[in-house]
């Protein structure tokens, strides 16, 4: 998985810390150490996934289109990585001295079907947390929302 993925969680958290206002990437990026750049790559992809709203002018940014509660870790990777499949079988099964050896194959490969399996259960349990529930473990930790908005102002 790409970096943008922590990049962009980590922002989206950021937004909804700061209450709300529009922050632009260049803070954004700076407040994590981050490539204004890259990151900003990453925001237009949040923004064509209706997570962020892109607010323009000299005090625009970037602010939560929607809250914490209706944006899950799902949401975060297919809006960053897509939804393509992770595993991508190339047939291997009917390949070499085996494929030659081997009857005609019927059906999807044993292996594909185990990795599809896979990655729906970890696309379910990706849709089951919320950003918000991330977020209520951050707030247990000591000041975290006022280093936060301490570093975007």
């Known amino acids: 998985m790409a970096k943008g993925v922590e990049w962009a969680l980590h922002t989206l958290l950021n937004l909804d810390m700061i209450g709300g206002a529009p922050v ?14 890259y990151l900003n790559k990453q ?4 923004a064509r996934a209706g997570l962020v709203v892109s607010v323009p002018g000299p005090r625009g940014g970037f602010h939560l289109a929607r809250p914490l509660e209706d944006i899950t870790l799902l949401d975060v990777v297919e809006a960053i990585e897509g939804d393509a499949h992770l595993f991508h079988c190339t047939e291997i099964r009917c390949c070499g001295r085996i494929g030659e050896l081997s009857p005609a194959p ?10 599809r399996r896979a990655e729906e259960s970890w696309h379910q ?9 991330i977020r209520a473990e951050l707030d247990s930790t000591p000041d975290v929302r006022r280093i936060v908005r301490s570093a975007l102002e």
Do not use: D, F, I, K
Not at 43 to 46: E, G, K, M, N, T
Not at 106 to 115: F, I, K, L, P
Not at 125 to 133: F, G, T, V
């Open 24 to 37: 632009g990437s260049g803070r954004l990026a700076e407040a994590h150490g981050l490539s204004a750049s």
């Open 43 to 46: 925001l237009q992809q949040l």
């Open 106 to 115: 019927t059906g999807m490969c044993a292996v594909n079907a185990a990795m």
């Open 125 to 133: 349990a990706l849709a089951a947390q919320s950003l918000a529930e």
